[in-house]
């Protein structure tokens, strides 16, 4: 009997620890992908985000937002070669809950063809496989959208 209230008050316990880090979780998940090399996209992709992003804060909802980069749209993510590189300073800096991903296979070709290392933004992560993100993403509850 002792240890089944032991262990009752221990699970109460962990429970109760863990509520703080279910209540911060968020509520809606989204993934944004971008393959193209093309401004209007680029712009288009940092709209949605913002405009999700808004939308779900005036709510009081959390969401957590992944914008996914890989072959040309990886460009977004290029010092030195985005089209939208002031606007996604700007942008990586004042939106806490976009979050922004550089596939490391576009980025190795990219290096290959033309003989030099591509930088990245530092604000963005590096992952393996840009699809391979996204495809885990979709399994963890993320909603994948390509605008």
């Known amino acids: 009997m ?40 680029m712009n288009t992709v940092m709209n949605v985000a913002a405009n999700v992003s808004r939308l779900y804060s005036e709510r009081g909802e959390m969401v957590d937002i992944k914008v996914v980069a890989f072959n040309a749209g990886l460009h977004m993510l290029r010092p030195d070669t985005s089209p939208v590189a002031k606007r996604i300073s700007n942008f990586a800096a004042s939106m806490p809950n976009v979050a922004f991903q550089a596939c490391n296979n576009t980025r190795q070709a990219m290096a290959k063809k033309s003989g030099k290392d591509v930088p990245i933004f530092e604000f963005a992560e590096v992952v393996p496989a840009g699809v391979v993100s996204i495809i885990e993403l979709d399994e963890q509850g993320y909603t994948v959208v390509r605008p």
């Open 2 to 41: 002792k240890n089944t209230g032991q262990i009752l008050a221990a699970a109460i316990a962990f429970v109760l620890l863990a509520l703080p880090s279910i209540a911060t979780a968020a509520e809606h998940k989204l993934v944004l992908q971008i393959s193209d090399n093309d401004m209007h996209k």
